[in-house]
């Protein structure tokens, strides 16, 4: 089939992206998954990394379409600065089209551009509920980033944010009913075995998740695996 210049224009590409992306089931949306489309949708593109801030304030890579890609957010990282860093903090789009002549990150431009990277474009992945982390393209072109990359980069971005936030929202809903029903479980066990009520059995698990320092959803599927036994019954 012949591919036309409508085929090829940024409406059509989005449209594109939006197809693959919305029509894919939740559990299947990942970080890699939005790297890897990323580098297929984004014009320009050779390989990507995502950036976010983890919970104790450092700065990871949880997906990379290539270890060049994660290594050159590694190098920001570790300069504190950076395209992919400067955008996760304050959400403004970094691009540069000459990574050799770039002036804005000197501790990072000049390795990017000995290890092959001519062109950089960061946007942020934020939804209207939190900021999610920073998008980082890079290309081994210079200029390969035009206004219509920018464009299609910007809202993919928004369409990722908006899966990744989604996906990332039921996994916690399904974690935390999977957590509920091991405690019932655990509960109902100690219940027939000890001749508990529903609140003196919750009260048993509380304790013992206190004393031994383990999570409650932990101690519960150890006795649930265990049959309601105690670990430390018999010692």
């Known amino acids: 089939m012949t591919v036309t210049s409508a085929d090829q224009s940024p409406a059509s590409s989005i449209a594109r992206i939006a197809?693959?992306?919305l029509s894919d089931s939740i559990e299947k949306i990942t970080p890699a998954r939005v790297v890897r489309l990323a580098v297929e949708?984004?014009?320009?593109c050779s390989l990507a990394g995502i950036t976010v801030r983890a919970r104790g304030g450092d700065v990871e890579t949880p997906a990379a379409t290539e270890p060049l890609a994660e290594t050159l957010d590694r190098w920001q990282y570790e300069a504190d600065d950076g395209p992919c860093v400067n955008t996760l903090d304050d959400g403004a789009v970094r691009q540069s089209d000459d990574l050799a002549t770039e002036t804005r990150w000197p501790a990072w431009s000049p390795r990017a551009a000995a290890?092959?990277?001519a062109s950089v474009l960061s946007i942020r992945l934020a939804t209207p509920e939190r900021v999610l982390g920073s998008l980082?393209?890079?290309s081994r072109h210079r200029a390969a980033f035009d206004d219509d990359s920018v464009d299609i980069g910007a809202v993919y971005a928004r369409?990722?944010?908006?899966?990744?936030?989604?996906?990332?929202e039921t996994s916690g809903l399904r974690a935390a009913l999977e957590s509920r029903n091991t405690i019932g479980i655990a509960q109902g066990l100690l219940m027939s075995r000890y001749g508990l009520t529903r609140n003196q059995s919750f009260e048993v698990l509380r304790r013992l998740s206190q004393e031994r320092n383990i999570r409650l959803r932990d101690l519960a599927a150890e006795m649930v695996d265990q049959g309601g036994s105690f670990a430390s019954e018999g010692s």
């Open 19 to 21: 197809q693959e992306l």
């Open 41 to 44: 949708h984004v014009p320009g």
């Open 115 to 117: 290890a092959g990277i």
């Open 136 to 138: 980082n393209l890079y």
């Open 159 to 168: 369409i990722a944010s908006e899966v990744l936030f989604a996906a990332e």
